[in-house]
């Protein structure tokens, strides 16, 4: 789906696609880098906790990421739970992107945590309780 890299210490790493960092400047006000990556590791985590949603969506990560519907305030610092629909399909997807502060190691690029597809309960949930810092126009 995405082209594999390698990093340091041999981790493999696939590029997704790029961020707004004015639109994330609600999250964190430094924000490294525009570049956001997916490691090995976590695209194994979503394969195991949301079987065939990789497979089936990981090619609208660079939409969800660039292009979010709502930025939802996150229980982790520098961190951005993003909501997304993605109309032609008709779904909606809950991302987790953990953002690169000069605070973090060198080199390190935005990355993507975990995603799942989400119903409409689910969506409404979370922007009925929880703090919208984003909201796309």
Sequence with gaps: MYPVKRRAGDIAVRYVGKIDRGIYS????DIVTDEVIITDEQVEHIARRHPNDYER????FAQIVGEPDYIIEANKPNTALILKEIRDEGESFKTVLRLVTPADRPGYKNSIITFMKIDRREWERLLRNKKILYKRE
């Design 26 to 29: 609600c999250v964190a006000g």
């Design 57 to 60: 969506f990981g090619g609208f």
